[in-house]
């Protein structure tokens, strides 16, 4: 299984904020990312982080990084339909990306 | 630049035949990988190449699989005698080395073994 654990779903009204977690396993990851991908295609980087930051903003985009506990979060502000999507968090691991399984990400009217 | 590109976007095979896929990186990166997606399931990685060498495979890729990057630019990855457990989305990105900004993933080639 993989490393990189997240939840499975998350369901959010239009115009709430979405906050999707992920544990990872190896503290001397360097960079951490969140990964999108919507229906039949590849996926999109949407962020990364460094793990000598604690958070990163990025227009409606906020992650937070608990290096102690492992733990990255990715906040959506003002989530849209457009967000509807599966959202993967990976770790630089031995010069390669590892991903969790993804959390879908479902914004009901 | 266009991106990194997969052909084909979909194939559909009988068991037991050979597939091959093709995957353009970025011109100036010189990492290419190669990810396998199954449903409900995060990309797994199968192997990468720095410019023209093979650095690293996967336990996941067994010997009926293979992989080329021949002149550091585009790569294929052909599965040979192929079996129903192969059908997934095949994903290829790419990256340069030294920068840790992610990788650019293609869209992908989607493999049905019927």
Sequence with gaps: ?109 | DTGVSQNPRHKITKRGQNVTFRCDPISEHNRLYWYRQTLGQGPEFLTYFQNEAQLEKSRLLSDRFSAERPKGSFSTLEIQRTEQGDSAMYLCASSLAGENYGYTFGSGTRLTVV
């Design chain 1, 1 to 109: 299984g993989e490393d990189v654990e997240q939840s499975l779903f998350l369901s959010v009204r239009e115009g709430d904020s979405s906050v999707i977690n992920c544990t990872y396993t190896d503290s001397s990851s360097t960079y951490l990312y969140w990964y999108k991908q919507e229906p039949g295609a590849g996926l999109q980087l949407l962020t990364y982080i460094f793990s000598n930051m604690d958070m990163k903003q990025d227009q409606r985009l906020t992650v937070l990084l608990n290096k102690k506990d492992k733990h990255l979060s990715l906040r959506i502000a003002d989530t849209q339909t457009g967000d509807s999507a599966i959202y993967f968090c990976a770790e630089m691991r031995f010069d390669k990306l590892s991903f969790g399984a993804g959390t879908t990400v479902t914004v009901r009217a």
